[in-house]
Every structure is written in structure tokens, then in C-alpha cells.
């Protein structure tokens, strides 16, 4: 093989990029939070009516289609240029440290803080000492990740990248930069991800899970990571954020992405039949709909947010650089907060906008100086 090559100079736009993300990730939570379109730990006593949910169904929805996607592009981008400075062994321990760890301090920590919070002394947990032990004795801290799932796949992800890159070396420098995908290519790419989407869904619906990973989504998480990979390697990330079909993406999936929701939503739904039961999985034109439209949109948002962040956001000052320093801490924390935010929120008069907003900036406010604390204490700085 031949030597490593020296680090890169690092993109502060792709930082702020995954701050932005991970900003959206605690947004999504907040409104799954009252809008009851999703799961998650606590959540508001009356669910909304299917008129007032529409307008966090479609801005969630858009969510959904690249916020997670788009972190594991960031991070295979990342990941790439770790292993070829690392080498497999050092790049597999960093990982193991980086992400493994913190997935072991939500599950052992911060997974039954929350449920014996929210249910002191209840008959289903028993004393906490006892209800702790039988947590541990059963195995089910292995289900328990939280929105920590995130990384126990990208551990995942990078423990196969190291296997196949000790099996298969790659042997030559990788160019310092390759012309971007052509539009064909991308359309081809989400064309592609709707199709692998929709089939996964026959057997494994929205909403269904498996170790807490909902593998409904998979396909495009998977296709990111990878993406993120070459485009290290073969060093078109810039050329492709700088690229016009990236641009005409973006604005196309911001102006008729909204557009195409709405007319599937009301075109596939039929009288008598729930949702759940035609869009989400299963052999209806309706979920192959829902599949197609959450790629295109999902790809099309992406690479808008790609051009954007690359002209606007490339460069550094002490609060973003802040920001995206404790950004991967945020995302550890932000669930107990918004849990502990909620049930103090619940004696205020219920509004189902102003809620999610206050809920968002509070929690994202006591996340960051959660954070900030965090990486003061020794051991957790080398984690988070």
C-alpha cells in the first residue's frame, strides 16, 4: 500500500452542515413530541386531529426524507479520510471509542433515567434497583438506543468498511478531485433508492423495528454512507456541491416537494382505510408513491443544502465552530431534556405551534449547556 496520506485541510461547511442536521434531528423530536406523528418517550394527553397534525406531517415528512440520510453521507465523507489516515486497526478502536461508547452510556444511563422518570415506582418497573438489574440481567439495554440507533448503525457501517478495506486495500492515492455526478446519474440514484425503499417496506413497514433500527429506511441511509465514501475517495464532493444540477435539485425539491406530498396524500387516501395501512408498507401504489416521493425530495433537499452550505457557510467563527464542536453531545443529551422540558411544559395552555417551537429553543438551548459541561468532564471530552 502505499503511505497515508497527509490529513486534509477539514471543510468548515460540512461541519456546520451536520450542526444544521442535528439541530433538525431535536426540531423532528419536539414535534413528534405533540403532534403524535411518529414515537417517542412522552407525548402530549389528546392526540391532534388528522387536520391539525397536516402541517407537521408534511414538514416532518420532509424530515424524515434527508435529515438522518444526509448525516450518514457527512459522516462516510468523514469516515473515508479517517481509514486512509488511520489505517483499519486504529480506525476500528477510534470508532469503537467514538461511537460505541456513547451508544453504551445511552443504553446503561440515559434510556432507564428516562423511563424510571416518567414512571417512578411504577408496578411495571418495581423498585428502581431491582427494575435496573432485570434490565441489565435481560439483554434489553441492547434494544434500548434511543435516537442513539444512529450510532450503532454507523458503527456498524464502519466496522464493515474496515473489514472490506483489510480484505481489499485500495492500492493507489485517490485523486485530488473527479467531475460530479451528472443529473442522469442523480435522478437515476433516488429513482433507484424509491424502488429498494418500497420493497423493503413489503416486509418491514414504516414503524416497525428491529433492535430499534427501522430498517424501513435503510436503503437510503445505507446508499448515503456509501455515497459519502467515493466522495471522499474520489474527491467530487466539491464539485458536486458546486455543481448546477445540484442547485436546480435543491429548488425542485423545495418548491414541489410540499406540492407532490400533498396531491399523493390526497389522491392515495381512501375512505375507510387509515394511513398506516396503505402508505406505509405493502403492495400499494400508495407506498411506492410515498417511497418515490421521499428519495426524490430526500435526494433533491440534500444536494440543495450541499451548494447552499458550500457558498454560504464556508468559513469559521467561535460560535459555529462552538456549535459544532458540541453538536455530536446535543444528540446524546437532547432526549432527556426535551423529556424533562415536556413534563414542565404540561400545566401551560396546549397550543399545538407555539408548543413545539418553545420546545425546540429551550431544548436546544439546555442541550447546548448540558453539552458544554459534558465535554468539561474527563473521559466524556474523548467521546463526545
Known sequence: MSAAPAPSPRLPWVDHLRTLVILLVVNMHACVTYSHVGDWYA??????????????????????????????????????????????????????????????????VIHPFILLGLNPWHAKFGPPFAYYVNYLRSG??????????????LLVFCLVLAAWRAVRPVRESPPSASAAPSGRVLW???????????????????????????????????????????????????????ASQACRAGWLALIGGPILMLVLMLVGARGGDKIETVFFGGWHWQAFGLALWEQLTGVGLSLGLLTFFSARMNRETVFLRWLADRSFAVYVFHTPVLVALFMLYRTLPQSLLILPALLTVTGLAASYAIADLARRVPGLRSIL
Open 43 to 108: 407525548m402530549s394527553a389528546q392526540e391532534p386531529s388528522l387536520a391539525a397534525k397536516l402541517p407537521f406531517i408534511v414538514w416532518q415528512g420532509h424530515l424524515q426524507s434527508f435529515i438522518m440520510g444526509l448525516l450518514f453521507f457527512v459522516s462516510g465523507y468523514f469516515s473515508e479520510k479517517s481509514l486512509a489516515r488511520r489505517g483499519p486497526g486504529s480506525f476500528v478502536r477510534e470508532r469503537l471509542v467514538r461511537l460505541g461508547l456513547p451508544a453504551l452510556f445511552y443504553m446503561l
Open 140 to 153: 434489553r439495554f441492547l434494544g434500548s438506543s434511543g435516537p442513539l440507533w444512529f450510532a450503532v448503525a
Open 188 to 242: 437515476l440514484f433516488a429513482l433507484a433508492l424509491g424502488l429498494g425503499t418500497f420493497l423493503v417496506r413489503l416486509v418491514q413497514p414504516i414503524g416497525a423495528s428491529v433492535s430499534n433500527l427501522q430498517l424501513c429506511f435503510f436503503v437510503q441511509y445505507i446508499a448515503f454512507f456509501v455515497a459519502g465514501l467515493h466522495a471522499a475517495r474520489a474527491g467530487w464532493l466539491l464539485p458536486l456541491a458546486r
